[in-house]
């Protein structure tokens, strides 16, 4: 309305109608006129006046007349009757029919102008009172007042949508809840503060109305606020407790402790009633394995079958079915199920939550969770849930694949050291005097490999290749072999091909570890001197290194059927003071520590 | 219910004042009568007066000089001066100085009444106009209001504290900028009721409820600060993509991501890379140094490997002490080299209490036929074979198998 005031002049006397218009532009206002009614109201009809001055008497029809159609065209444009003084009578019934006010010809221009500035001024203040008044009405959130004695006395559209019985301010429960202190009585302040209605939560601004005993009531809808803060409370603590579980997957020391462990956990998380975890069996039943919160009576209650025979199988039995989370947000009025009504409405359940333990694809289980708040479980926790059951059926898959692993690892290298024995031994039965010096020599070379921080897998060579280093001398006769007195230089070749013969029979063999080689060079020695290549150094493996001092070692410090024992002594004098001489210095002092340290002592040998 | 306005007449002549009394209480007023200036002063001083009907000449004071002592008192009672031919002049320059208008002795008894009518009406406007006022001035969130050329007509309190460059730059205010079409579309009828828009705008996220007056040819923009809101949000989308200890993608997330760039791979046969890899005896730092000192483990690792990675690609935690790159636009060779970089970055590390600590890489790249579950089982059989083959080393594996 900033615009320039339009004023519309209807006189039949075009002097009149002429000055006036003047005077009006020099006012200011932007001025059209008329000398007839039917002019005057093609006038309003084209444009709209803030004003229209009409003379009373008109050639054509009825100052009256034209007044109520322009009101008829333009509803806001107010009236002003010009008219002279023998019709004072019809001017005051003027007013009563609408028009603004009169004035009496001859009047003063200055009364004019004045009731001119008061009806547009009156214009003025009623928009002003219509965009101030939308301020409530389109306000999108509720705005209420209410007088001292705390009866409402205005509500804008949202309230009113909001809270559409709202009359008073009662005690209790709702949106005027226990307002009195803000309200009338001593010193009305601003203050702020929280109400529930409904689910709803709000933030309510009071502010006392200046000049006036009333208290406008602005609320702010903060519910989803408060639900993402207590939303974000709790997943934060469901994280920190799946964290939890996730560093116990890596310390578990079985499938229960872990279950149990995983229960605990999760019933300590707010408003959780009871946490159950629930394994597939073969026949589709679910055993429940681990819980808490729940006693072992409602346990078995819970028990239930996961395949598709059940269809009433429960919130579980449906999540082993179909391999997917289901939540209940309302479980004592869900029709799905039923049968679970008594039994949640008997230990205030409200809502559960069971996700499948899923391995490979493969649901191995179900782990399930009972709120006794409605709705507890929202997509976010639950997909959080479903990945602590995926951590979980993982953690338990490779705990059962470890087992089975170490457990087939074992048979796997129990029956290689069988048929190793087993061919140690046959050997041995050739050669009765030398009964367990394998067995001794297995012993004692692996223990050196160990000493030595060779890497286990090299140190079950040594174990293997020490049961077998002498196997060639299955093809030596078992009478030189037992000869108690000294060999001839046939004998004593005969004796020396059992490295070779032992390379032949083992070299086709599959084993981890170079077995044959080791066997075939156990008797070289570094500086060449040994038999069968007369080797280097640089020649000879590691292995072979380890079993030569473990031989010589052996065969020194026990007793043999031709000679008596030569003795521990003797032998260590042997390897030290060929070290680095015949025999590698590292294997030779590892030897050495094991026996001054006590650390070592073969089987069965006192 | 509303009260009865009351009305102040101020003559020294008796019968006058009487007569007047009379008959603005038949016409529904409250009247009150004083027969001097000083008896108007303290009445006006003692009640509210919607109008005084003040004689010009009084005996002690002025009739205008008590007009203006009375509007001292209340603002917003109004005054019409009455008056006779003589004193004409004054009366007209009385209404200049605040009257609401004059008349002339002896007047018109219905011209005084529109008068009083039209002044009375005045001042209920004024207060109409006051108490609304304050809807808007007391509201606690911000208001803005608009005119059809885009002017801002109006800002309560609340949105000059907020957004105090606002009145003068109108449109162009980062918090309305972009808002000009759905403006300009509520004013022009195409859309009905309110629009919501949600804008960030420094550390603050607010909810602009936009809708258009008619009844005043307006654009009216309420404002609420949706910050905390939106923060919790944003802290749960955190919490659900990123892994808690290492701040790296957590496994959903990853999969997510791997879902996508797989896709990309397969439509525009970019190459992608995979690279799993798990830092050797971690069990056994957990074992010896305790959790606190295995977690600083995984976080100096993630660490390091993000400092060594380019930034389009992913780290993730895959779960335990396993981890995940991503990296799209890589081919098994070059995923190769990056991943021996991290390999060396990793064993060459001098970690806290643990000294030293190595990791295991199984590589595989996108091929054609390739899956999301295939290109994960071949990169988890590299990380073995990797593991098989001694630790702290990177192997591939593409679809022919491991390289020769």
Redesign the interface.
């Known amino acids: 309305m900033k615009n320039i005031p339009k004023v519309l002049v209807v006189d039949d006397d075009a002097n009149l109608r002429k000055t006036l218009s003047d005077i009006l532009r020099i006012k200011g206002y932007e001025v059209a006129s008329a000398g007839t009614g039917t002019d005057g109201i093609a006038e309003a009809q084209r444009t709209f006046f803030n004003v229209a001055l009409i003379d009373l008497k008109l050639p054509d029809m009825s100052g009256l007349e034209v007044m109520g159609r322009i009101k008829l065209i333009t509803p806001l444009t107010e009236a002003i009757i010009l008219t002279g003084h023998g019709a004072l009578d019809t001017a005051i019934e003027a007013t009563n029919k609408g028009a603004y006010s009169y004035l009496l010809k001859p009047y003063d221009i200055d009364d004019l102008l004045l009731h001119i500035r008061h009806v547009i001024e009156l214009q003025r203040s009623q928009q002003e009172i219509v965009r101030l008044a939308s301020f409530p009405q389109v306000d999108p959130n509720p705005v209420i007042e209410v007088d001292a004695s705390g009866e409402v006395t205005y509500r804008n559209p949202a309230a009113e949508l909001l809270f559409p019985e709202l009359v008073q301010a009662r005690p209790g429960d709702g949106v005027l809840a226990d307002i009195r202190g803000a309200l009338g009585d001593g010193e009305r302040k601003r203050s702020v503060r929280e109400v529930r209605v409904g689910d709803a939560t709000f933030e309510q601004f009071f502010y006392p109305v200046p000049d006036s005993d009333l208290t406008r009531i602005y609320m702010l809808d903060i519910t989803e606020r408060e639900k993402h803060e207590a939303r974000l409370n709790r997943i934060n603590l469901l994280l920190l407790t799946i964290r939890k579980i996730n560093e116990y997957l890596l310390v578990a020391d079985s499938q229960e402790a872990l279950y149990r462990f995983v229960c605990e956990a999760l019933k300590g998380l707010e408003d959780i009633a009871g946490v159950v975890i629930g394994i597939k069996l073969p026949d589709y039943m679910l055993k429940m394995v681990a819980w808490a919160g729940f006693s072992d009576a409602m346990v078995s209650a819970l028990d239930v079958r996961g395949d598709a025979t059940a269809p009433a199988g429960g919130i579980m039995g449906l999540a082993a079915r179909e391999g997917r989370s289901i939540v209940i947000a309302d479980i004592q009025n869900d029709a799905r199920f039923a049968p679970l009504h008594e039994m949640a409405q008997e230990w205030q359940l409200k809502s559960a939550a069971a996700v499948p333990l899923v391995a490979e694809g493969e649901a191995i289980g179900v782990l399930a969770m009972y709120s006794t708040q409605r709705d507890a479980f929202d997509q976010q926790i639950t997909s959080f849930l479903a990945d602590a059951a995926t951590d979980l059926a993982i953690g338990v898959r490779s705990q059962r694949l470890r087992s089975k692993l170490e457990a087939t690892l074992g048979s796997l290298r129990k029956s290689l050291y069988g048929t190793v024995e087993a061919v140690a031994r046959m050997v041995e039965t050739r050669d009765p005097y030398t009964a367990g010096h394998e067995r001794r020599v297995a012993q004692l070379s692996s223990t050196i490999g160990k000493e030595m921080g060779l890497r286990e897998r090299q140190i079950e060579g040594l174990r293997v290749t020490g049961y077998l280093h002498d196997i060639g001398k299955i093809a030596v006769p078992a009478e030189i072999l037992s000869k108690p007195v000294k060999l001839t230089e046939i004998e004593f070749a005969m004796i020396r091909s059992h490295s070779k013969i032992g390379y032949d029979i083992l070299k086709d063999m599959e084993f981890p570890w170079p077995v044959a080689q080791a066997v075939l060079q156990h008797h070289e020695r570094l500086d060449g001197s040994g038999y069968p290549a007369a080797l280097n150094a640089g020649d000879i493996i590691l292995e072979a290194r380890v079993l030569m001092v473990a031989d010589v070692v052996e065969a020194m410090a026990t007793h043999r059927p031709y000679r008596a024992s030569l003795g521990l002594e003797a032998a260590i004098g042997e390897i030290n003071s060929n070290r680095g001489k015949l025999y590698d210095p590292d294997v030779v002092d590892a030897c050495v520590r094991l026996f001054a340290e006590h650390r070592f002592a073969f089987d069965g040998v006192k | 219910m509303k009260e009865k306005e009351r009305i102040l007449v101020v003559d020294d002549d008796q019968h006058l004042r009487k007569t007047l009394a009379d008959i603005l209480r038949v016409k529904g007023y409250e009247p009150v009568v004083a027969a001097s200036g000083g008896e108007a002063i303290a009445a006006a001083k003692q009640e509210l007066f919607a109008l005084a009907l003040i004689d010009l000449k009084l005996p002690d004071v002025g009739g205008i000089e008590v007009m203006a002592r009375i509007k001292a008192i209340s603002p917003l009672t109004e005054a019409i001066i009455l008056t006779g031919h003589a004193s004409m002049d004054s009366a007209?320059e009385a209404?200049g100085q605040g009257a609401?208008?004059y008349l002339l002795k002896p007047y018109?008894m219905?011209e005084l009444l529109?008068a009083i009518r039209?002044a009375v009406?005045?001042k209920q406007?004024?207060e109409?106009?006051?108490?609304?006022?304050?809807?808007?001035r007391?509201?606690?969130?911000p208001?803005i209001e608009f005119d059809a050329t885009g002017r801002v007509t109006y800002l309560n309190p609340a949105a000059e504290r907020l957004f105090p460059g606002l009145a003068a730059a109108g449109l162009s205010h980062p918090l309305l900028q972009g808002l000009a079409s759905s403006i300009a579309s509520l004013q022009q009828g195409k859309q009905q009721g309110?629009v919501v828009h949600e804008v960030p705008l420094d550390e603050e996220t607010y909810e602009l409820?936009i809708?258009y007056?008619h009844?005043?040819d307006?654009v009216?923009i309420?404002v609420?600060v949706?910050t905390?809101?939106k923060r919790?949000?944003a802290?749960?989308h955190h919490?659900?993509t990123t892994d808690?200890?290492t701040g790296v993608a957590?496994?959903?997330e990853f999969v997510r991501i791997l879902e996508s760039e797989v896709v990309r791979a397969k439509r525009y046969a970019v190459p992608l890379s995979l690279v799993m890899y798990d830092v050797d005896y971690?069990?056994r730092v957990?074992?010896t140094f305790g959790?606190a000192v295995g977690d600083g483990v995984l976080q100096a690792v993630t660490t390091l490997v993000k400092d060594n990675i380019r930034t389009t690609d992913v780290a993730a935690r895959w779960?335990?002490?396993e981890f995940m790159v991503l990296m799209p636009q890589c081919d098994l060779r070059s995923a190769r080299d990056a991943a021996e970089k991290l390999r060396l970055a990793i064993c060459r590390h001098p970690f806290e209490t643990v000294t030293e600590l190595t990791a295991s890489f199984g590589i595989a790249a996108f091929e054609p036929g390739d899956d999301l579950n295939s290109l994960l089982k071949r990169a988890d059989d590299a990380l073995y074979l990797a593991k098989e083959n001694g630790r702290n080393r990177v192997e591939t594996i593409s679809k022919a198998g491991p390289p020769k």
């Open positions: 007209i209404t609401f208008s018109q219905e529109l039209h009406e005045r406007a004024q109409e106009i006051l108490r609304l006022a304050s809807f808007p007391l509201l606690p969130n208001v309110e409820h809708s007056v009844e005043a307006l009216r309420y609420l949706v905390q809101r919790a949000e802290e749960i919490l659900a808690s200890l957590n496994r959903r971690f069990k957990n074992d959790h779960g335990g002490e």
